[in-house]
């Protein structure tokens, strides 16, 4: 079993940055592909970036790219999401997920391709 716990939310104004965190419980974090999804109000989960277990690869949503960067540190078990140049509309519970790939390119963009999901942790942008 995995336990996900995100910190680093907050409220910030527009084009400020954020820093999240995603500590993960277990000693095969480094076999785990990791995700960040995010909530809005009255809209569904969607995806904002992943990265695989080694941390070659990462993906991004249209609407992070080129100001969000995914990263991780398995030796710390934590994953990041460097947030910058925030918007109004990136206000939303964000999330981070996981499950086992060891080894695997492959990256997942669909909440139900993930088993273990973190509480989540608000972010709120100001205009």
């Known amino acids: 079993q995995v336990q996900l716990v995100e910190s680093g939310g907050g409220l910030v104004q527009t084009g400020g940055s954020l820093r999240l965190s995603c500590a993960a419980s277990?000693?095969?974090?480094?076999?785990?592909?990791m995700g960040w999804f995010r909530q809005a109000p009255g809209k569904e989960r969607e995806f904002v970036a992943a990265?695989?277990?080694?941390?070659?690869?990462?993906d991004y949503a249209d609407s992070a790219k080129g100001r969000f960067t995914i990263s991780r540190d398995n030796a710390r078990n934590t994953g990041y999401l460097q947030m910058n140049s925030l918007k109004p509309e990136d206000t939303a519970v964000y999330y981070c997920?996981?499950?086992?790939?060891?080894?695997?390119?492959?990256?997942?963009?669909?909440?139900?391709?993930?088993?273990?999901w973190g509480q989540g942790t608000q972010v709120t942008v100001s205009s």
């Open positions: 997920a996981t499950r086992r790939a060891p080894f695997s390119p492959v990256l997942f963009v669909t909440t139900y391709e993930y088993n273990y």
């Open positions: 990265i695989n277990w080694s941390g070659e690869r990462t």
């Open positions: 277990g000693p095969t974090f480094s076999t785990y592909v």
